[in-house]
Nanobody, 118 residues
Framework: QVQLVESGGGLVQPGESLRLSCAASGTIFRPNIMGWYRQAPGKQRELVATITSGSTVNYADSVKGRFTISTDNAKTMVYLQMNSLKPEDTALYSC????????????WGKGTQVTVSS
């Protein structure tokens, strides 16, 4: 089993920055993909960014150039640096890990709230 715990959310004004962290613990198989997803009220959950255990990254078009995903050397922490935040970035941000071995398994954290408002 893998546990994912997010932190770093909060209330910020438009244009400000936040850094989200996700700590992964338990038996983590590789290769895997870790990522951040978000869900705004009344909307479906959407992908924000992912990073593979080989460090290949992928971003949603809406955050390219503003958000950066990264991991620590041990690949048990995943970060999301969010710059130039906009009100439309307001959402519950959840950490995700997908193992790419068989059986493929998906894990989710409980999320951390990000609110961008003046």
């Amino acid at each position: 089993q893998v546990q994912l715990v997010e932190s770093g959310g909060g209330l910020v004004q438009p244009g400000e920055s936040l850094r989200l962290s996700c700590a992964a613990s338990g038996t983590i198989f590789r290769p895997n993909i870790m990522g951040w997803y978000r869900q705004a009220p009344g909307k479906q959950r959407e992908l924000v960014a992912t990073i593979t255990s080989g460090s290949t990254v992928n971003y949603a078009d809406s955050v390219k150039g503003r958000f950066t995903i990264s991991t620590d050397n041990a690949k048990t922490m995943v970060y999301l640096q969010m710059n130039s935040l906009k009100p439309e970035d307001t959402a519950l941000y959840s950490c995700n890990l997908v193992t790419l071995i068989v059986p493929r398994t998906t894990y989710w954290g409980k999320g951390t709230q990000v609110t961008v408002s003046s």
